[in-house]
């Protein structure tokens, strides 16, 4: 009866609402018209990947290759793209990164620190909850992306602060050229770190944008709800990229009239599958093939580590409850779709409906170990598991 009750049971659910949106804004100033966007990231949502341009490899001896936000945003699928840090140019196709750039737990570019001061800077730890700060390398060695703005400088008298320092506008002492009309790129944290604010405002436009100041940066920045804020290169570097699922490209309007090529660039995406958890014991490594998409034959889970005599089943059903099926149907054509983990690897492919109907598919398994000596899992008491993990795919 255990074993019956712990069968497959489908959940089709509503399709998730990303949480990276982006939206054109029109704002009146005391200079005239000034347009752009603002846009929002929730960093909760265990879908969202954060991209930061890449390392060269092999290194050179400058930091970056210039190119534009728009080739890099097409070139990696991103849902958001803008660009980042300040630059110098070594030759026209080659460049130097200002101040702290991570990708990936990668250092792109060290920090930048002038006397005491290290620039304002945006961190991301590895579970992506965000930090603006001075930042420290302490707190640059322990964030998995990071990318910053500019603090003092010898050339300039300005103080380099934060644009936003806890809800207060502190756009005057930003840097760069805090009380002059141009085009800026933003971006900003809540006070928990959770989410993500940007404001990539068009300039040098008198007939489409007049750009704004820092302090009027700022205003926008806390009126989205930041409570620290950065401001960004910008110019003709200010870039924003916005493609919604399904609709068509969004993209700002640069002084340039076409995208500059830029050192490097900060960017965000949805995955269509995520795992969002593994805990109960050793399990190994849990993997897929991929993202899952409408139209596939299948979706394949991989197991590799798994100890011999794990005994594989799945329960699919509600986020964090998957053994409390409630009014579900048990599938009897997921009663033996276990593969027993003989020999530490196992392949279990899992059918994905080929339906353009289908809203997505909300999936836990459990993999256990019988008469095991490893840490029980309290979700079954008496049964002792080898991983636990919860996933959601999307069409």
Sequence with gaps: MLARSLL???????????????????????????????????????????????PLSPLQSYEALLQT??????????????NANYFGTFTATTADVIGISKSDGVQVSPIRQFAAIPDPALVISPSKVALIDYVTSTQAAAARWAIAGVG?????????????????????????????RNPRTAIGTNQSGTQLYIAVVDGRQPSWSVGMTLPELANVMIGMGAWRAINLDGGGSSSLL??????????????????????????????????????????????????????????????????????AFAALGFPGNEFACGACTFLDVFTWTGVPMIGGNATWAWPVPNDPAFAGLVVGAQWLLLNSTISPCAVVPGLFASARMHLTLLP
């Design 152 to 180: 003092p400088s010898t050339t300039d008298t300005v103080p380099g602060t934060m644009l936003v320092t806890d809800g207060v506008n502190t756009g005057t002492t930003a840097r760069v050229d805090p009380l002059v």
């Design 69 to 82: 936000t728009s080739a890099w945003h097409t070139a990696l699928g991103n849902q958001l793209s803008i």
């Design 242 to 311: 916005y493609s919604p699922i399904g609709s068509a490209l969004q993209q700002n309007r640069p002084s340039g009239g076409s995208h500059r090529a830029v050192a490097n660039h900060i960017g965000f995406s949805l995955a269509q599958s995520v795992v969002v958890g593994a805990a109960c014991g050793n399990a190994g490594s849990i993997g897929n093939t991929g993202s899952f998409r409408l139209g596939s034959n299948n979706w394949a889970l991989t197991l590799q580590g798994s100890q011999p005599g794990s005994l």
């Design 8 to 54: 497959a049971c489908l959940l089709l659910s509503p399709v998730l609402h990303a949480q990276i949106g982006a939206t054109p804004q029109t704002w009146s100033t005391a200079g005239g018209t000034a347009r752009g966007f603002t846009a929002v990231v929730d960093l909760a949502d265990p879908r969202v990947e954060i991209r930061v341009t890449s």
